[in-house]
């Protein structure tokens, strides 16, 4: 493939860009230390990722209108919360334990690859994520994007095509001149099947050490890197 | 006024954080001498400007349908060439030289003052120019938002409140949590409209040394500064 031919480069996020099973895990166990809350909290991590698919499939499927992931994660964790017999916290705590989205951590070569890319490519999220997490979690992880893209800004999450489609039309480019780059195979082939590149970075560690994730790549992907510094060296930057 | 309530700062772009005028001028000038076209630069680019209100206006009252500005710079483009008896660029020239305006210089205090103003807010574009244009012209001046938010997100072109308002709810915050940074007092009116906060840092220079630009500023406004520096000074950056 020519690479001249990228001229942005659009990521998938959570997993991705960042480890958000880690994070999670480590907000939820500094809120039940200083409230005496005994629970797993990776196991709640898991439970609250689990929820989210499915909130999003009630928007995609329109059983809900338009919501942006902020309330979808609110509706899960206020179910977590009583699942888990979780009482007494009050509604600045639980906003703020919801706003752990906004923090994830990233992984260890995110910021050096990005960094990297960032030189030769436009880089913009393409998440669905809301704009409002994506910006607050850049500032506070560090992550330098040029344009903070959301499933938010076309009201459809993805894999639907809009998305994409929408990402290429908002940086004025045709779809064959953005790449998507994603730890998840399922983003990869929808925007492949919209006229995106494709760029696979595996992130075997995602959903923590006891759960395997096939990272077999689909044979059609342009790139495969196990991090955002080969993909960068891959590129040619 | 409590700066702490203040979370979020959206900033007018031409003209506020560029110099529309001294680039599309020197962009001209090399464009006529590489093709031999002999025109007053300066005013062709006053001509150009002049023509961007008008041609949104006609988006605003609904007699064109939703037009990004590349597109509306494109048209104005088109009708000066006739004006100026401009023939024989080619489609390639005529394109790349609509793209100057993603290619904009910034005043001389608008990137170090925009990294002092980072350290404690978020830092978006409010602009009519389209994200495409936008995101460029961070990615060539170095630029560094946290955010680009433009009409195009909103089919709105400012000073309608669609765009105050978008903006606010994008970012998760209330209007009174974002105020609204422009060299232009219609803008911040509006701004102040819809619940924003404003700050007005004139640009006298914006329409050259010939156009006299009244500066007086209107005393509603929340801060008045000569330059972003000033203003990250006033908010105890």
Redesign the interface.
Known sequence: MDISEIKALTFDVFGTVVDWRSSITREGRRLGEARGIDVDWSTFADDWRAGYGPSMSRVREGELPWTNI?ALHRMVLDELLEKYGITGLTEEEKDDFNKAWHRLAPWPDSVSGLTRLKKRF?L?TLSNG????L??M??NAGLPW???LSA??FKHYKPDPETYLGAAS????EPGEVMMVAAHQNDLRSAQKAGLKAAFVPRPDEFGPQREVDTTPDPAFDFVASSFEELATMLGV
């Open positions: 902020d436009v913009a809301n704009v409002a997490l910006t607050n850049a500032k040029d344009c903070i938010e800004l908002l940086l004025g480019l």
